[in-house]
């Protein structure tokens, strides 16, 4: 036995990085109508750790999460999932990386309304072919307090239980990274506390990676640290955020996201 072995694998929560942003650009248009919604972006998510993105509308939030999440393409530089180049996989592995690697959590919810609960929860998986673990589906169940509430429609749920339906279903199947894009932005102020309740636990007790796009200092508050966007390039991180940190940083933004 090498001495190696008697010292601890490092915890998910403390190692590694689950995506990488190096100069990555994304450019739309051309000609009077070109945009330049990233520029040169480089950006890394630590593997177990929750992170907030920030900046004014326009500034990029959206293009940044789509891009590592390979839901569009880049223009330039490199975006990655784990060691995995997006930019080098054809549309086929692309689709198989997003369904095997990463979870989705929507400002909508994106639940089909003919399934139950429970079936919107494993939808993912069984596309996959592949069977959430029982034991580990009953415990983010009971996490996010659905236990009741799995044989019914996302009709008869209010808005808050469909989003923990759709935390559950990003959850279950244990992906490397979760995308979050203004994940309580529907909800009241409670049942939005609720739901970054479960995203900081998933972080805090499962290992579980998060990146959320939001407009809210109080949801940022929650994460283990900011990004802020501000015309295309980060300008800023606060690390361990409070709200009213957060919130002060915002004010003192001018109307462009620059520091005034
Ligand atoms: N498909 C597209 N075609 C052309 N321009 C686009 C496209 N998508 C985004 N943009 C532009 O890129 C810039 C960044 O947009 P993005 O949606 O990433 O901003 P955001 O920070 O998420 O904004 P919001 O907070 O309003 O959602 C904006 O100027 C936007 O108009």
Redesign the pocket.
């Known amino acids: 036995m090498s001495h190696a072995a008697a010292v601890p694998a490092p915890t998910l929560a403390t190692s590694g990085v689950a995506a990488r942003a190096a100069d990555l650009s994304?450019v739309?248009?051309e000609g009077e109508?070109r945009?330049v919604?990233l520029d040169s972006v480089s950006v890394e998510f630590g593997t177990g750790q929750f992170t907030a993105i920030m900046?004014?509308?326009?500034?990029?939030?959206?293009?940044?999460m789509?891009c590592m999440a390979g839901l569009d393409t880049i223009s330039s530089g490199s975006a990655r999932i784990g060691d995995v180049e997006l930019a080098a996989l054809g549309e086929k592995k692309l689709t198989q990386l997003r369904r095997d690697k990463i979870g989705f959590i929507f400002q909508a919810f994106n639940l089909l309304p003919t399934l139950t609960a429970a079936e919107n929860i494993t939808l993912p998986m069984d596309i996959a072919g592949r069977k959430p673990d029982p034991a580990w589906m009953n415990a983010v169940i009971e996490t996010v307090g659905l236990s009741g509430r799995l044989a019914h429609r996302p009709g008869q749920l209010s808005g808050g239980q469909q989003q923990r339906v759709a935390v559950a279903r990003a959850l279950v199947a244990r992906p490397e990274i979760i995308f979050a894009d203004e994940p309580t932005g529907n909800l009241d102020s409670r049942s939005g506390a609720e739901i970054l309740g479960f995203l900081q636990e998933s972080v805090r007790a499962m290992g579980q990676t998060v990146v959320m796009?939001t407009?809210d200092p109080v949801a940022a508050g929650y994460a283990d640290r900011v990004v802020f966007?501000a015309d295309?390039r980060i300008v800023e991180e606060l690390h361990r955020p409070t709200s009213d940190a957060v919130l002060d940083r915002m004010r003192r933004f001018d109307g462009r996201g620059r520091t005034q």
Do not use: E, I, Q, W
Not at 55 to 64: D, H, R
């Open positions: 994304r739309y248009g109508t945009v919604a900046g004014p509308s326009g500034s990029g939030k959206s293009t940044l789509h796009v407009h966007l295309g």
